[in-house]
């Protein structure tokens, strides 16, 4: 009985994992979804203005300047509205 119940509680908590992966993956598709709605808007973009600004981006951080290889180089995080910040390849590097 007691190896039942052990297991009973095991198979619990992968079931409450797996429920709460699934909610975030319909979040994400919910978040794709209002972006692509969002960004529809703006395929034949001519001119940015602060109101499309405001309407896509959420912030913007902008770090310190510094010098690599004699270079000035600056990093700059953008987070868009539902998506957030775009990464380079996927590493968590921002895009410089």
Not at 20 to 49: C, F, M, V
Not at 72 to 78: F, R, T, Y
Request: with cysteine; charged share 30%; net charge negative.
């Amino acid at each position: 009985m007691p190896k039942y119940q052990r297991e009973q509680e095991e198979l619990k908590k992968q079931l409450s994992a797996l429920q709460e992966q699934s909610a975030e993956h319909d979040a994400t598709e919910q978040n794709a979804g209002k972006w692509i709605s969002l960004i529809r808007q703006y395929s034949d973009l001519k001119e940015l203005n602060s109101c499309i600004i405001n309407e896509l981006i959420t912030k913007i951080l902008v770090g310190d300047k510094r010098r690599v290889n004699g270079e000035k180089v600056q990093s700059i995080e953008i987070h868009y509205r539902f998506i957030g910040n775009l990464t380079d390849s996927g590493n968590g590097e921002t895009i410089q």
